[in-house]
């Protein structure tokens, strides 16, 4: 996903409902822990909870039409060193506080052959 994502405050757009925001970026930090490519861009959208506005509804409904438009991806792993990523979002009540992401230090290959 493009981490050239661009969310301002933006005080003067209209406001949407915060309940509903809130419900997809839940969504969308647990989704983060299986889909390391959206976690940049979901981090950016849960930083603005408290008055959310149009403009950063549209940005996670771009996160929403860019998961459904990769649902036959594997990002289990890098496809070049063949590393995993694992990430972290930490909250404290409903906001969140941190967050890293990091590469695994070891690759683990296997086959498995699957009876159909």
């Known amino acids: 996903m493009n981490t050239s994502i661009k969310i301002d405050l933006d ?5 949407v409902d915060r309940t509903r925001y809130r419900a997809l970026i839940r969504l969308l930090l ?15 959208c849960a930083r603005i909870q408290s008055v959310p506005k149009e403009s950063q509804m549209a940005a996670v409904k771009k996160i929403l039409r ?4 990769s649902q036959e ?6 496809r070049v060193d063949r590393k995993s990523t694992s990430d972290t979002c930490q909250m404290l009540g409903n906001r969140l506080i941190s967050w890293f992401s990091k590469k695994q230090n070891s690759i683990a290959t296997s086959t498995v ?3 159909t």
């Open 30 to 44: 647990y989704l983060t822990t299986s889909r390391p490519d959206i976690i940049f861009a979901v981090c950016v």
């Open 73 to 78: 991806s594997d990002y289990g792993g890098c």
């Open 11 to 15: 005080t003067e757009g209209k406001p």
């Open 113 to 115: 052959k699957h009876n």
């Open 66 to 69: 860019y998961l459904k438009g």
